[in-house]
């Protein structure tokens, strides 16, 4: 992608991936994985700026994700940490976890995506914290999610749109 090679791992443990260990990415993915960190990449032009599915235990740390449809996209994923990032320009969401358990999502700036900034959707005990999110349809978006926790953020949104929503939810 974009001249970068495509790393879809799966069913690895206990990795940490950065600029040192992979120089050039052009798209990142972990599958059924553990114990893995991200950290210190830059991420554009693809479907998914990263992927963690069903994968546990597991970082990312100060990547820049933009012109994606996603930046950063968690699915079936539990105990993530999703902290100090850069999600921007992205086409559907910045941040985006579906099906996911006790994951935090902190300390990021995500600005200017298209339809929504950072969402949890059919998710449990999760927490949404000191995040900067501007410029989007939906600033922060909870869908079908329980005992979910959101506070300290920031939020804009677009002119037209939403800055906060919380959807079919309960318990948050």
Not at 141 to 151: E, G
């Amino acid at each position: 992608i974009n001249s970068k090679p495509i790393y879809y791992l799966l069913n690895q443990s206990n990795l940490t991936i950065d600029s040192s260990t992979f120089l050039e990415i052009g798209y990142l993915a972990f599958i059924n994985s553990t114990n893995i960190n991200v950290k210190d990449l830059t991420l554009t032009r693809n479907a998914q700026g990263i992927l963690f599915a069903y994968t546990s235990n597991s970082t990312m740390n100060n990547i820049n994700t933009t012109d994606n449809w996603n930046g950063i996209y968690l699915k079936g994923s539990s105990n993530c940490q999703i902290n100090g990032n850069n999600a921007r320009n992205n086409f559907d969401y910045g941040i985006a976890a579906r099906l996911c358990l006790n994951c935090t999502i902190s300390r990021n700036n995500v600005q200017n995506n298209n339809w929504g900034g950072i969402s949890f959707g059919t998710s449990w005990n999760s927490k949404i914290v000191d995040n900067n999110v501007t410029n989007s349809y939906y600033g922060i978006h909870l869908v079908d999610s329980t005992n979910c926790l959101v506070v300290g953020n920031t939020v804009g949104k677009k002119d037209d749109g939403y800055s906060v929503v919380v959807y079919r939810s309960f318990d948050n």
